[in-house]
């Protein structure tokens, strides 16, 4: 008894530690943002402000540009996830349900995208968007986009299609569906856990994605919020009251898709990794 007592507690007490080192950086990124100043320069911590002030998002938002590229990033962000989910669908059921030439190839070149590094071909990116006249362009951000998160849609996908029992899709064929409308009425209603995980995992990666934008849009109009981030403490010198309330604008809009959807994006991932 006393055995299995300590085999739970150590598991229990190394999850607990490595949850507060994980949240630790984000509870201090919120709480410095609601400081007065006085308190983040102090000598001594204050881990529990109790004098709150919202000071430093005014100034956050009130910087230039930021309403203009908090639009640009959520544009971009949104067109482009949605754009790779509907090509995801489609290439996800025919290499799920059909067989042919090719198949297994055309899988494995999915997985190698995958794993490739985007850094290594950003000269690549820029030749073909410099001499397709796109510079500056939100056109070619979203177009990227879009591929970057392409493969992980289409392999967690597929995992996804591939657990729905192919009996349904007979079934409602045999009741006079056709393919595509055994395929809306009845396989895409059950990929909303898939779809969610991916949705979720392609707006994280277009949200902070930063290579890119740094080298194809010089024009700040055409810019989104992680290189306006990244050049914020520049505009603000040391106010870090204002840059830890930018961060935390930034941060916003993950950790509330994330609270939403991370139940489905669990079984999702989970369901789209047994079968495939």
Known sequence: MKRSLIGRLWPNATAIFLFAICVFPVYWMFATAFKPTGDIIAETPVFFPTDVTLDHF????????????????????????????????????????????????????????????????????????????????????????????????????????????KELEESAMVDGCTRTQAFIKVIFPLLAPGLMATSLFGFITAWNEFPLVLILNKDIE???????????????????????????????????????????????????????
Request: aromatic letters at 12%; charged letters at 10%.
């Open 222 to 276: 055409s810019q989104t919020l992680p290189l306006w981030l990244s050049s914020f403490r520049t505009v603000f010198g040391d106010d870090w009251g204002a840059t830890m309330a930018a961060s935390s604008l930034f941060a916003v809009p993950i950790l509330i898709l994330f609270v939403f959807l991370q139940r489905k994006a669990v079984s999702g991932l989970t369901s789209g990794a047994v079968k495939g």
């Open 58 to 165: 005014k100034t956050a938002m009130a910087a230039d540009h930021f309403w203009t590229l908090a639009g640009n990033s959520l544009m971009v962000t949104v067109v482009s996830v949605l754009m790779s989910l509907v090509i995801a669908l489609l290439a996800s059921f025919a290499l799920a349900r059909m067989r042919f030439k090719g198949r297994r190839g055309f899988i494995l070149t999915f997985m190698i995208a995958q794993m490739a590094p985007w850094e290594v071909m950003v000269i690549a990116i820029y030749m073909i968007v410099r001499d397709a006249d796109l510079l500056n362009s939100l056109v070619s951000l979203t177009f990227f986009y879009m591929i970057m998160v392409l493969p992980f849609t289409i392999l967690t996908l597929r995992g996804y299609v591939a657990a729905v029992p």
